[in-house]
């Protein structure tokens, strides 16, 4: 579903991504996770096209992650939302619902703005949300095409406790239905509940990638050690 083979994004001297490679199956959910700086945001803004990677290669079901049916696979919630100043909660969903040809659309955001306690708030503009519904509204017009590949960048910033219920919520819905998710967040108890596994990222560099067990298993840590105290071990500075 998803192939990046040595992307190196540079800024200056400076490679914020150094020459990584990995692979995302059809159903996989893999958590990526890494100290602030480690190039977890500029990986994914690579990938989904926002950010001109400097060199390596991304494909996207087979095609070059650039091509229009590349995006046609995909949907991208970015760590800080953006929202139309002008369109109401409403003509965000029914925008995205003709841009990807969906049909009957009605229903499906119906659905998704009753989750996100959004429902109120249908004729309300994009200008005068907080920064919580913008983030539910950015989650609820990326669930909307049923795409096969979701991006998620830090999905939680922002979102109330009974928000983030729900999105976990989502991420074990998506995974049932198998979709492919690449997830990057802080909440890594999150993480720990829905990922077949994980990439660590540090300095740029994928530093661990594996299942939790086997990543435990290469750190020497006992069963009783959480992701979270795995996590903590491989960063750390030596």
């Known amino acids: 579903m998803l192939t990046v083979t040595n992307l190196i994004k540079k800024y200056g001297k400076q490679n914020a991504v150094d020459d990584i490679s990995f692979q995302l199956e059809g159903g996989e959910v893999v958590g990526l996770l890494g100290p602030n700086?480690?190039?977890?945001?500029?990986?994914?803004?690579?990938?989904?096209?926002?950010?001109?990677?400097?060199?390596?290669e991304v494909t996207i079901g087979g095609y070059d992650h650039l091509s229009v049916e590349a995006?046609?696979?995909f949907s991208y919630i970015p760590e800080?939302?953006?929202?139309?100043?002008?369109?109401?909660?409403?003509?965000?969903?029914?925008?995205?619902?003709?841009?990807?040809?969906?049909?009957?659309?009605?229903?499906?955001?119906?659905?998704?703005?009753?989750?996100?306690?959004?429902?109120?708030?249908?004729?309300?503009?994009?200008r005068d949300l907080s920064k919580g519904m913008r983030q539910k509204v950015s989650i609820c017009c990326a669930l909307l095409p049923d795409p096969q590949l979701l991006f998620f960048d830090e999905p939680?910033?922002?979102?109330?406790?009974?928000?983030?219920?729900?999105?976990?919520?989502?991420?074990?819905?998506?995974?049932?239905?198998?979709?492919?998710?690449?997830?990057?967040?802080?909440?890594?108890d999150s993480v720990e509940l829905i990922a077949d596994r994980v990439m660590i990222l540090k300095d740029g560099r994928i530093i661990g990638n594996d299942t939790i067990?086997?990543?435990k298993q290469q750190a020497l840590q006992g069963q009783g050690s959480s992701l979270e105290d795995l996590f903590l071990e491989m960063t750390k500075d030596e």
């Open 71 to 73: 995006k046609r696979f």
């Open 80 to 126: 800080t939302p953006y929202v139309y100043d002008l369109l109401t909660v409403k003509e965000h969903m029914q925008f995205i619902a003709q841009a990807y040809g969906v049909t009957e659309w009605q229903v499906k955001a119906k659905e998704l703005l009753e989750l996100f306690e959004l429902d109120d708030k249908q004729n309300k503009l994009g």
């Open 156 to 188: 939680m910033i922002g979102l109330d406790p009974k928000a983030i219920k729900n999105t976990k919520q989502v991420f074990k819905q998506l995974k049932e239905a198998g979709k492919t998710i690449l997830v990057s967040t802080h909440l890594i």
């Open 37 to 56: 700086g480690a190039g977890k945001s500029t990986t994914m803004k690579c990938i989904v096209g926002l950010l001109r990677k400097t060199s390596g």
């Open 213 to 215: 067990f086997n990543l």
